[in-house]
């Protein structure tokens, strides 16, 4: 502990899983650590995903595509993230942003779609 803090284990999981991007239909495997959010992991494997306003929910530059299934196993989008994907461009059924998704151990081996921007249209 430093100066007799102690930081509970569940906020800083060492525990990792594995998800894969798919940047213009091309799958990167990518390793990312559980609780962090999809925009983490991303930019900690160098995905491009923007994440403009640094997951201040005042953008749609990190919008993904979920699976159904994980889509449907996370809680409701709340009221400012659905504004911001109202914006995004190629928005889905199970579009979210990925500032807002946490990644859990029930993720693992998923499929997460990056949409292409429009510079590379």
């Known amino acids: 502990p430093v100066l007799g803090l102690t930081i509970p284990r569940r906020l800083f999981s060492g525990d990792t899983i594995k998800v894969t991007f798919l940047e213009e239909g ?17 930019h900690d494997n ?12 005042a953008c749609s530059t990190c919008h993904v595509i979920l699976p159904q299934e994980v889509y449907d196993s996370l809680e409701e989008p709340c009221e400012e993230e659905l504004d911001m994907l109202d914006l995004a461009m190629d928005v889905h059924d199970t579009s979210r942003l990925g500032c807002q998704v946490k990644l859990t151990k029930e993720m693992e081996g998923m499929e997460i779609v990056v949409p292409q921007s429009l510079d590379a249209r």
Request: proline share 3%; aromatic share 4%; with cysteine.
């Open 46 to 57: 160098e995905v491009e995903l923007e994440g403009a306003c640094d997951a201040q929910l």
């Open 26 to 42: 091309e799958p990167f495997e990518a390793t990312a650590r559980i609780g962090q959010s999809i925009l983490e992991a991303a």
